[in-house]
């Protein structure tokens, strides 16, 4: 009998993190969601909730030794100024807690970065022109992934997509 594979959620309450817990659970997932410190999450079968810090990648690691894949749906207020300062450190939590577990790191990516012009298809090689703050910031978020996964040590993978689920 195979051991399930594992993924743990860094931000697993929001919709992004809870719709993708819920998703790898139905799939037959080992899931470990993170949380706050001193919250929970909801009753999600196959989900094992682990309140922590973002911030202390060492004791996240810790519980999520054993997780192939790393979830990166962490978000700041949706504000400019909070992603201006909060967004850049979390993906560099996640891209150290993906390095300790030896995991790949999938981010939930979004078309903001190709802006207002954007054509009706994109591909890989559409060039990315935000035409806005968050749009920017999240080409920088991806770019900072992008350099840490150069050396080889770290997969990761961007998950493009518009916004379809969730209010």
Do not use: C
């Not at 922590?52 to 949706?78: E, F, I, R």
């Not at 968050?134 to 998950?159: F, S």
Request: net charge positive; glycine share 10%.
């Amino acid at each position: 009998m195979t051991q399930a594979s594992s993924v743990l959620i860094l931000g697993a309450r929001g919709r992004f993190g809870l719709a993708a817990a819920r998703a790898f659970a139905q799939g037959g997932w080992q899931v470990l969601g993170q949380v706050r410190p001193g919250a929970t999450g909801p009753a999600v079968p196959g989900v094992q909730w682990l309140a922590a810090d973002p911030a202390d990648t060492a004791a996240l690691a810790a519980l999520g030794q054993g997780a192939q894949v790393v979830v990166h749906a962490l978000n700041p207020p949706y504000t400019h100024r909070a992603w201006r300062t909060q967004a850049p450190a979390l993906m560099d939590a996640a891209i150290r807690i993906s390095r300790a577990l030896g995991a790949t790191l999938m981010l939930p990516g979004n078309v903001y970065n190709f802006g207002a012009s954007m054509p009706a298809l994109l591909r890989e090689e559409t060039a990315q022109q935000a035409s806005t703050v968050k749009g920017r910031i999240r080409i920088a978020l991806e770019q900072q992934l992008t350099a840490a996964t150069a050396d080889g040590a770290m997969k990761a993978v961007v998950i493009r997509a518009g916004d379809f689920f969730g209010s």
